[in-house]
């Protein structure tokens, strides 16, 4: 397995303010890594895959930069739907996902 | 509009074997580049990929739990299962099943199902 690690594991923030999550990858993994949206008793969902793609229907202000073993998530101004955690995940060799950050009201 | 709903036991005993259902609609399992995945996720923990499928029954599995798991595919029904043998009380989570990515070989994810909870206990 590829050990996939995210920091911080928690962030309290207010709204309008820009966050950032780091996601790294034990080994290389290029460009493949998808990053998740989770809310409570909810499915994933998918915003961002090849490190920095964003999914159709996904607002703007979340993006993702980053190759080879490390990336970061960056929504420029946090919105209240935005409140949930965030799982990174690399598909260089099968797939792994990471701890996740949980994003909290500040 | 693609959907995908879990079904399978809420409730299973140890060393029994688990067996779940996708079934999808949408997207169809005959095109050539589709694919559906299973992902777990236990109670507060982070999400755990088992097993993969694509239109041409190439099937892919979590090397650690590969002797335990089975993914098969029914395209008529718009259906795919897993089976896991041997459940322990750690398996229990909530299992999804999922649209993979638009390139085959990019496992990621794209929609999901809504999950079913599979509490392993006696």
């Known amino acids: 397995d590829i050990q996939m690690t995210q920091s911080p594991s928690t962030l309290s923030a207010s709204v309008g303010d820009r966050v950032t999550i780091t996601c790294r990858a034990s080994?290389?993994?290029?460009?493949?890594l998808a990053w998740y949206q989770q809310k409570p008793g909810k499915a994933p969902n998918l915003l961002i895959y090849?490190?920095?793609n964003l999914e159709s229907g996904v607002p703007s202000r979340f993006s993702g930069s980053g190759s080879g073993t490390e990336f970061t998530l960056t929504i420029s101004s946090l919105q209240p739907d935005d409140f949930a955690t965030y799982y990174c995940?690399?598909?260089?060799?099968?797939?792994?996902f990471g701890p996740g950050t949980k994003v909290d009201i500040k | 509009q693609i959907t995908l709903k879990e079904s399978g036991p809420t409730l299973v005993k140890p060393t029994q074997t688990l067996t779940l259902t996708c079934t999808f609609s949408?997207?169809?399992?005959?095109?050539?580049?589709?694919?559906v995945g299973w992902i777990r996720q236990s109670p507060g923990k982070a999400l755990e990929w088992l097993a993969l499928?694509?239109?041409?029954?190439?099937?892919r599995y979590r090397p650690s739990l590969k002797s335990r798991l089975t993914i098969t595919k029914d395209t008529s029904k718009n259906q795919v299962v897993l089976t896991m043998t041997n459940m322990d009380p750690v398996d229990t989570a909530t299992y999804y099943c999922?649209?993979?990515?638009?390139?085959?070989?990019?496992?990621?994810?794209?929609?999901w199902g809504q999950g079913t909870l599979v509490t392993v206990s006696s």
């Open positions: 999922a649209h993979l990515g638009y390139v085959v070989g990019e496992y990621y994810f794209v929609n």
């Open positions: 949408g997207f169809s399992l005959r095109n050539s580049g589709v694919g």
């Open positions: 499928i694509y239109w041409n029954d190439e099937k």
């Open positions: 080994q290389s993994i290029s460009s493949w």
């Open positions: 090849k490190a920095s």
């Open positions: 995940q690399q598909y260089s060799s099968f797939a792994d």
